[in-house]
C-alpha cells in the first residue's frame, strides 16, 4: 500500500492567549498543497520504519508512535514495514512529520482491518501532536484550541503558489518562537473569523493572510527578514510565513515567478517550490 502525505501552509495563524494546561490557544486556517511525502506501508512481523533521511528512521519518527499507539488503542500488536519517502522540506513549518504520522495512521487502519471512522483516529492522532487530526481529512480547515479541534471548511480551488524554504532551520524553532510572544501579540480570533466567513462565501483568501509569529520570526532565523525582502522583489503577491516557519509562501502565484526566483535564488541560501492547493490528504495511490 502506498499513500500520499501532503505538506500544508497556514492561511491564518492566531494566538489567543495562554492554556491552563501550558498550551497555547490557537486559531488557525490550515491548507494541504500537493507537496507530498510517500509511504509505502506492507504487512510485516514486526513494527519497521524506515526513512530515506537515516536520521528520521525507526523509533525517532512520529510514525513509529503513531503505529504503536494506534495498535495499543485496539489490543494488538504493531506489525507493519513502513518506508517514509521524503519530499516535505524538514522543520520549515509545513507539517511534514504531522501528515506522515496521520497517513501512517490511515493506511495501517486498513492493513490491520481495524476500519476505524476517522473520529476514533482522530483521537489517537490528538496524543500524537496539534497538527496530526488536521491532516486526517486535510483540504480547507479551521483548526482551534492547540490545534486539535478540526472544522472542515468551504475547499479552496486549486490555486498555485510558490513556496520557499531556506536551506537552514533550527533546532526546537517552535518553543523559540513561541517564547517570544508576549501578551501584547494574542488576538481574540478575529483575522481568522474574516477568512472563515469569505472562504464561505466562495472569496479568494488574498490579502486575509494573518500570522502572527510574522511578529517575531523576521528576528529570530538569520537570513529570513532578506530572504523576504528578495522575494518581494519576484511576486505580486506578500511573501507570508507558514506555521512557526520559516518557509515562505506567495498565494497566489505564476510559472514566471516561480522561475524567477528558482533561478534566482543560491541552493545553498533557499529553495523554490510551485505548488498547488488539494482538497484532500492522505491519499492512498
Same mark, same amino acid.
Given at each position: 500500500?502506498?499513500?500520499?502525505?501532503?505538506?500544508?501552509? =497556514?492561511?491564518?495563524?492566531?494566538?489567543?492567549?495562554?492554556?491552563?494546561?501550558? +498550551?497555547h490557544?490557537? &486559531?488557525?486556517?490550515?491548507?494541504?498543497?500537493?507537496?507530498? @511525502?510517500?509511504?509505502?506501508?506492507q504487512?510485516?512481523? !514486526?513494527?519497521?520504519?524506515?526513512c530515506? @533521511?537515516?536520521?528520521?528512521?525507526?523509533e525517532?519518527?512520529?510514525?513509529?508512535r503513531?503505529?504503536?499507539?494506534?495498535?495499543? !488503542?485496539q489490543?494488538?500488536?504493531?506489525?507493519?514495514?513502513? &518506508?517514509?519517502?521524503?519530499?516535505?522540506?524538514? *522543520?520549515?513549518?509545513?507539517?511534514?512529520? !504531522?501528515?506522515?504520522?496521520?497517513?501512517?495512521?490511515?493506511?495501517? =487502519?486498513?492493513?490491520?482491518?481495524? @476500519?476505524?471512522?476517522?473520529?476514533?483516529?482522530?483521537?489517537?492522532?490528538?496524543?500524537? #501532536?496539534s @497538527?496530526?487530526?488536521?491532516?486526517?481529512? *486535510?483540504?480547507?480547515?479551521?483548526?482551534?484550541?492547540? *490545534?486539535?479541534?478540526?472544522?472542515?471548511?468551504?475547499?479552496?480551488?486549486s490555486?498555485?503558489?510558490?513556496?520557499?524554504?531556506?536551506?537552514?532551520?533550527?533546532?526546537?524553532?517552535?518553543a523559540?518562537?513561541?517564547?517570544?510572544?508576549?501578551?501584547?501579540? +494574542?488576538?481574540?480570533?478575529?483575522?481568522?473569523?474574516?477568512?472563515?466567513?469569505?472562504?464561505?462565501?466562495?472569496?479568494?483568501?488574498?490579502g486575509?493572510l494573518? =500570522?502572527?509569529?510574522?511578529?517575531?520570526a523576521? &528576528?529570530?532565523?538569520?537570513?529570513?527578514e532578506?530572504?523576504r525582502? &528578495?522575494?518581494?522583489?519576484?511576486?505580486?503577491?506578500?511573501?507570508?510565513?507558514?506555521?512557526? *516557519?520559516?518557509?515562505?509562501?506567495?498565494?497566489?502565484?505564476?510559472?514566471?515567478?516561480?522561475?524567477?526566483?528558482?533561478? #534566482?535564488?543560491?541552493?545553498?541560501?533557499?529553495?523554490? +517550490?510551485?505548488?498547488?492547493?488539494?482538497?484532500?490528504s492522505?491519499?492512498?495511490?
Open positions: 500500500m502506498e499513500v500520499l502525505a501532503f505538506a500544508k501552509i =497556514n492561511l491564518t495563524l492566531e494566538v489567543l492567549g495562554r492554556r491552563p494546561d501550558g +498550551y490557544e490557537v &486559531r488557525t486556517v490550515l491548507q494541504t498543497i500537493d507537496l507530498a @511525502d510517500h509511504l509505502e506501508v504487512p510485516a512481523a !514486526s513494527l519497521q520504519v524506515e530515506d @533521511d537515516p536520521a528520521l528512521a525507526g525517532a519518527n512520529l510514525v513509529w503513531a503505529a504503536t499507539s494506534l495498535a495499543a !488503542s489490543g494488538i500488536r504493531p506489525q507493519a514495514r513502513i &518506508r517514509i519517502h521524503k519530499a516535505i522540506p524538514v *522543520g520549515m513549518g509545513l507539517g511534514g512529520g !504531522s501528515s506522515d504520522a496521520a497517513a501512517a495512521l490511515a493506511a495501517l =487502519n486498513r492493513l490491520w482491518k481495524l @476500519d476505524l471512522p476517522t473520529p476514533e483516529l482522530a483521537l489517537v492522532a490528538a496524543g500524537l #501532536g @497538527d496530526v487530526p488536521f491532516f486526517l481529512q *486535510g483540504g480547507t480547515a479551521l483548526a482551534q484550541g492547540r *490545534g486539535e479541534l478540526v472544522s472542515p471548511l468551504s475547499a479552496l480551488p490555486l498555485p503558489l510558490l513556496l520557499v524554504c531556506p536551506s537552514e532551520t533550527m533546532p526546537g524553532k517552535t523559540q518562537l513561541y517564547s517570544r510572544l508576549t501578551p501584547s501579540h +494574542y488576538t481574540g480570533g478575529g483575522a481568522t473569523a474574516r477568512l472563515v466567513q469569505a472562504l464561505e462565501r466562495g472569496e479568494p483568501p488574498e486575509l494573518h =500570522n502572527v509569529f510574522e511578529a517575531v523576521f &528576528r529570530v532565523f538569520p537570513g529570513l532578506a530572504l525582502q &528578495r522575494l518581494q522583489g519576484i511576486a505580486a503577491a506578500a511573501p507570508r510565513l507558514s506555521g512557526a *516557519g520559516p518557509a515562505l509562501f506567495c498565494l497566489p502565484a505564476t510559472q514566471e515567478e516561480y522561475l524567477r526566483a528558482a533561478r #534566482g535564488l543560491p541552493p545553498e541560501v533557499a529553495r523554490a +517550490y510551485l505548488v498547488h492547493t488539494v482538497a484532500a492522505p491519499v492512498v495511490v
